[in-house]
Each structure stands twice: as C-alpha cells, then as structure tokens.
C-alpha cells in the first residue's frame, strides 16, 4: 500500500502536536523523548459554548462539526455558514443558518466510557433505531490485511511519540482518512466532521479504529451510516447488543489476518483461507491482550 | 508476592462482570469468549442527579463517592449519611449531613481527553494549587517490579476478557486495593471512594494505572494528595507540566525494570542498578508502544 493512497494521513512533524520532553530513566539517566500535545479546544455552535474538549489540536474545524453531528445537535441536513478558529484562545465556533437552543439539550449530560467524554447519551441515542445501514456493503477478510498493514506503516504521532488513538476511514482495502487524538472520542467526530463536510458516502465505507468498542463507538458509527466498524482491540458486552440492534457489522481484535466478528456476519466474506497459519506465539498472545486496555 | 498481599483485588469470577459472547472468527469459525460488561450507572448527590456513566457495575459506592470527591462535589470533611444503590435502576444516591446546590457546577461542563469524561474541569482545578504533596515520601525502583509483578499476575478480569483499565493503590512494593473497570476515570474514582471511606492516608501510597498519564489523571491524583502516579503507558505533554507544577512524582512506561521519570524525581530512589541489563528486543519495543493508547 504506497502512502500516496491516503487522502489524508497523519503528519507527525507537524509542529505543535508533540514536543521534546526531558525525564530520567530507571537508571537515573536524563532521556529526552517526543510526547504528544494534550490542549483545550472550546466548541461553540453559534452562540452557544457547548463543551471543551482536551485535544491534540489539528482538525478543529473537523473535530467541532464531527462533535456537534454525533450528538445529534446538527442535523445531516444543517447549513453550516462558517467555521471560525482563535488558535490563541483555542475556541472554534461554527455557524449554522438556523440557530439552535441547546440548553434543554445540555441539562442532561452523561459520560461514556472507554476513551469517552461528557456525551448527552440520550440525545446520541435519539436517531439509532430509525438508521438503516447498507445491508449490501461487503467486507473482505482479505482487505483487513492490506489496511492493517497500510496504517500501522504508516507515518503517525502513535509510533513517533505513543500515547494517542487513530480512526481511519477506509474504502475496501484503502484507507482513506487516517486521524490521530489523544482521547478516541475526538479522533472519531474528526472522522465524521471530515465526512460531512467532504460530502463522503457513508455507504461503502469501513470505520477503524485502535481504541475499544464501547458502546459509545457503535453509536458514532451507526450515526455516521458506516455499516462496518473493525477495532484492533476488544469490545464490551453491551457493544455487542447494540451493535446487533443496529445491524453493525462489529470486527474486534484484529491483528494481523485474525479477527473476531460479533455482528453482522452477513457483510463478511471470509477469503483470507490461510488464516490459520498465522502463527500466535504466547508473547503475541500477550501482546494482544495488552493492547485491550 | 503471595495473592493475599492485597485488600482488595478483582474477582474475575463475580457474576454479572463478564459474559460470554458469541462470535466468528477470521475463518468464519463460530467462537465463544467471555466480554466484559457495560452498563449505565446514575450518580446522584443528595436530590440531585449529578451524571450516567458507563461502568462495569462494580464497588458503585466508591465509584460514587470517589467521582464527586474527584469534581469536588464532596469535600474531604463532608459527612455521608448514607449511600443507597438499587441495583434494577441502576442509581446510587450518596446522602450528605448539608445539602449543597451543583446548579452552578453544572453549567460548565468539559470533557477531558484519553478515556476521560464529562468532568467539570474548571472545578477540578480548584483546589489544585493550593494541595501540597508529601515531599519526605520516597519510591524505590525495585518496588516497581514487585509492583508490576503482583498486578500484572492477579487474577483480573483484563487477564481474562481483556478491554478493561485497572488502577492500584500501593504502599511501597505492596499493591492494597486493585479497581477495574470499562473506562480508567471510573477505576481511579473508585480508589478514591475506597479511600475515603476507609479514611486511607494518601500522604505515603503510589498510585499506579494502566491507562495513560493524561492532565485528568494528574489532576485527581494531586486531588487525593498522593504523591506518585506511575503508569505502565505514555503520557501527554500537558501532563507533565502539570505534574511538575504539583510537584508530583509521574512515571511513565513502566515495563519491568525500565521507566521513565517525568517529574517529581527527587523522591526516587534508584536502587535497580541492573535495570540496562533488560533486554529490549524490537517485538517488546513494538509491544510497548501498541500498548500507549
């Protein structure tokens, strides 16, 4: 997979996302290591402050909307006017021709778990039942293959400097649009700003990620009508439920060509016949399990 | 580090914290693998209904207690009257000698980073300048490796479905009250619960988590006056220059004998001379990084 088949992948030289920090190691030894950003973003929807959110800084405009859609507090259909960023004050205001009332919204605020925030579960929950994902999409075991190799070669803030989650869009075995946060709820919403504001189909799309399925990612997921979702980690129980509700195609633990499918089976196509061979040492097995956190 | 060296530690086995959960796998093999679970749990202080959060279900009063300590909700000289769950709604109901009105503290909400929640950031950072931290308490570097051991082997439910943070309150090489849970801002709210209602001194423990070294988890150890985080992940940039600003003890990427001390080194001992003896291959190293997210 060249690195030109990106549409956007992570550019970790960028300056401002991670910064020379000087520590000891266990010896005692001074060690300098590269440690990514961590900084405040405050999103407004029009005049209205909604939330602040510990970021790592890029894709603001695509982290606002992303947010503001899976909250369910703009519509699909909204007419975004304008999206303005203060990099000083770290507050980004997007502009809609309708201005909403959010405060009886915002009364009601829950966390989410995993790598998750103050979310307004109940409103994120209020579309669910009525999305219809593509019953017609398809998923190669095959294309797992290609895509896991593609972003974890890729160049990244997670290998140059650790500590950070990535959300990928992919296309069959291409991976389009490769964001980087420290909390997966804002790699997520980059990803679904992105889409909504690039107009992409949902459709024929496949959501990666490295963080956990949670509940929370099934619900972003089915809110942005990707019919799959594929996560290098593990997965919750109640993941799994809703995941089965919406018809979600739900793939954990993919590492290498093995993966655990627990929804939507229908989609896959299991042409990687040679998966078994893979072989799993017991420090691999570990390895995995480590990841799951 | 024999098992009953700790209070408090998981237990895999209790009904209701994992399930099994059928899927497939790669081969399109049917599999059954036990998954943990996450279900929403409803804090309430006195009459008010504070926030839902996705938790595994377990230690609720302490989770309880521990996350209005943690948004200091709950000062340390509050009396608690009572603490109610019923366990069908999913409601814990902490009761108070003195009412209090959180009106105010509700309007602002933040979401913090990494696998963090709706916090009330502003009111985190309250009293965060005025804590000073034990500077006579010391950490030795040979704890760490018992300490890792001990954790690393007790029966857990990350050992055995995976997906899940832990966090561990310690006192020197000794782990005493081990937490999990689905998202790390939960497990640590925990420990603080059972801190405070074992009336715990914070001024000689270790506090250790699996999850990343973000401002949150700075924040709520300063809150709970401990004077070490130690991590077996990486940490934010953020992170660190709040650390130093408390004069907080963080260790970050703690795997085996090898870390990386990022602040507060003076209550180090370094007394694993051998620690460069460890040998590093690049499938550990690989291993480390994967587990930073």
Known sequence: MSKSSFLIQPNPDTPGLSQPVEGVNETGMPVTLPVVTEKPITLFLN?????TTMSLGDWVAELAVGYFLNQNMLKRNDEITGIEFDDDLGVVIVRTAHETDFEAKMKRKIR????????????????????????????????????????????????????????????????????????????????????FLNKATPHDKVFYTTGRLTTEMVIKTVQMQIPVLVSRSGFTAAAVDLAREAGLTLIGRAKGKRFIALSGIGRIVFDSADAADVIESPSHQRAVQRDER
Chains 1, 2 share one sequence.
């Open 112 to 195: 989410t778990s995993g790598c998750a925030e103050g979310t307004a579960y109940g409103d994120m929950m209020e579309r669910f039942d009525e999305i219809k994902l593509n019953k017609n999409a398809c998923f190669k075991a095959s294309w797992l293959i290609e895509l896991s190799k593609a972003i974890n070669t890729a160049p990244s803030l997670y290998l140059s400097a650790g500590a950070i989650h990535g959300c990928v869009l992919c296309q069959q075995d291409r991976p389009l649009v490769y964001m980087e946060d420290i909390g997966r709820h804002n790699a997520v919403d980059k990803i679904a700003g992105w889409m």
């Open 47 to 51: 005049q209205q402050e909604i939330v």
